[in-house]
Nanobody
Framework: QVQLVESGGGLAQAGGSLRLSCAASGRTFRVYYMGWFRQAPGKEREFVAAISWTAGSKYYADSVKGRLTISRDKAANTVYLQMNSLQPEDTAVYYC??????????????????WGQGTQVTVSS
């Protein structure tokens, strides 16, 4: 099992920044990708960004390219999501996730076996 704990959510104004953290513990050696997803009220959970744990390759949803940056600290078993130029449409619960699968589309939600509890991000206009 892999346990994931997110932190860093909160309230920001449009144009502001927040940084989310996701600390992983347990059988982290099984993890191939770690990703961030988000779910706004009344909408499905959607892919935001992912990073391959070993190589550090990064992947982004088109809607966040250039504004959000994913990174990882392997020594600390932690993944980060730096969010800049926040917009009201970024308001959602953000979830950290991990998958042992190294093939297929990195943004496929059903391929992720492990999930954090989520952290709320609210952006005011």
């Amino acid at each position: 099992q892999v346990q994931l704990v997110e932190s860093g959510g909160g309230l920001a104004q449009a144009g502001g920044s927040l940084r989310l953290s996701c600390a992983a513990s347990g059988r982290t050696f099984r993890v191939y990708y770690m990703g961030w997803f988000r779910q706004a009220p009344g909408k499905e959970r959607e892919f935001v960004a992912a990073i391959s744990w070993t190589a550090g390759s990064k992947y982004y949803a088109d809607s966040v390219k250039g504004r959000l940056t994913i990174s990882r600290d392997k020594a600390a078993n932690t993944v980060y999501l730096q969010m800049n130029s926040l917009q009201p449409e970024d308001t959602a619960v953000y979830y950290c996730a991990a998958t042992p699968r190294g093939s297929g589309w990195v943004g496929r939600r059903l391929d992720y076996d492990y999930w954090g509890q989520g952290t709320q991000v609210t952006v005011s206009s």
